[in-house]
């Protein structure tokens, strides 16, 4: 398996956020302009970003976010503090909380 393969199916999840019910999952063949597009469709009004990168991330649950393992600076490194703003009708909210590496196949 070719290195940028291994690393397309990290992901971290992101622990102890509130408010979060519902987020976009970008398609990998999706342009910037597309996956812009459907986050501003009105039903995907609550967003995230991961502070100081342009990071975006997908509110699986209230307690759990998805993003890209590059989105931390280092693929390799777990249980890192991660600040998170997110946007509820509007309204911004920073949380933060743990990283947690998920290989592709993990529970």
């Not at 398609?27 to 039903?43: I, K, N, S, V, Y």
């Not at 995230?48 to 342009?54: D, K, L, Q, R």
């Not at 931390?72 to 909210?93: F, M, R």
Request: hydrophobic share 40%; net charge neutral.
């Amino acid at each position: 398996m070719s290195k940028a393969r291994k690393i397309s199916l990290f992901a971290l999840l992101f622990m102890s956020l509130s408010q979060w019910t519902f987020g976009v999952l970008r398609h990998p063949a999706m342009t910037d302009q597309q996956a812009r597009d459907l986050a501003d469709l009105p039903q995907f009004e609550s967003r995230a970003s991961i502070a100081n990168t342009g990071c975006s991330a997908a509110m699986l649950s209230p307690n759990w976010v998805l993003f890209a393992a590059h989105c931390t600076g280092n693929p390799q490194e777990e249980d890192k503090w991660i600040s998170v703003l997110h946007y509820v009708d509007g309204v911004q909210y920073s949380s933060t909380g743990r990283s947690r590496l998920v290989r592709s196949g993990d529970p």
